[in-house]
């Protein structure tokens, strides 16, 4: 079975520029999760998807993030304009009981 | 709000021994789930080991076993037999019943002696 598989693995982008990340989760995962994980810390909910639908995004920066998911697949997360806090692990899970996670993003922002 | 807790930022132990990584939680609900996950220089986010609030039993997987204490709010991790494979930071977290989201705490960065 194949894992959840995220790209790129490494982003490297100045402040104001605007970064995407892609997530394709287990097939037939219903459920996909995009965690924050800054450095030093645990992973931090940013949205949930219940097949194309956002079930939970209260700590999501919508003023700068968003994110997608079309025909309840694959997901992308953008930041636009991204700031240097934003610089952390961007990790895409999904489910269908236990979660499963990617291999993640790590994005610097100079 | 759900919050769990790693009071121990790095732990070590020498090849072969055992060590036990602590967490607490706070939640009003009853019906829970805790996990402990392991997190290589890979960042792979790898779970180790679930237990299921209503079970008094604690969960075991091969070399590691946690210690379920409801009433305290306590869910410690130990690793028996430990192996420079187990080198990792670990990560507690929390699901309740009703939500699929996980809370994690800081975590603990575990180092193997050889």
């Known amino acids: 079975e194949a894992g959840v598989a995220q790209s790129p693995r490494y982003k490297i982008i100045e402040k104001r520029q605007s970064v995407a990340f892609w997530c394709n989760p287990i097939?037939?995962?219903?459920?996909l999760y995009w965690y924050q994980q800054i450095l030093g810390q645990g992973p931090k909910l940013l949205i949930q998807?219940?097949?194309?639908?956002?079930?939970?995004d209260s700590q999501l920066p919508k003023d700068r993030f968003s994110a997608e998911r079309l025909k309840g697949v694959d997901s992308t997360l953008k930041i636009q304009p991204a700031k240097l806090e934003d610089s952390a692990v961007y990790l895409c899970?999904?489910?269908?009981?236990?979660?499963?996670f990617g291999p993640g993003t790590r994005l610097t922002v100079t | 709000a759900q919050t769990v807790t790693q009071s121990q930022p790095e732990m070590s132990v020498q090849e072969a021994e055992t060590v036990t990584l602590s967490c607490t939680y706070d939640?009003?609900?009853?019906?829970?789930?805790l996990f402990w996950y392991k997190q290589p220089p890979s960042r792979q986010m790898i779970l180790v080991i679930r237990?299921?609030?209503?079970?008094?039993q604690n969960a075991t997987e091969n070399r590691f076993s946690v210690n379920f204490q409801k009433a305290a709010k306590s869910f410690s991790l130990k690793i028996s037999d430990s192996q420079l494979g187990d080198a990792a930071m670990y990560f507690c977290?929390?699901?309740?019943?009703?939500?699929?989201?996980?809370?994690f705490g800081q975590g603990t960065r575990l180092t193997i002696n050889p």
């Open positions: 899970a999904s489910s269908s009981y236990e979660q499963y």
């Open positions: 097939s037939g995962h219903a459920t």
């Open positions: 998807f219940q097949n194309n639908g956002v079930v939970d």
């Open positions: 939640t009003s609900e009853s019906d829970y789930y």
């Open positions: 237990q299921e609030a209503y079970k008094q």
């Open positions: 977290a929390y699901r309740y019943q009703g939500a699929q989201k996980l809370v």
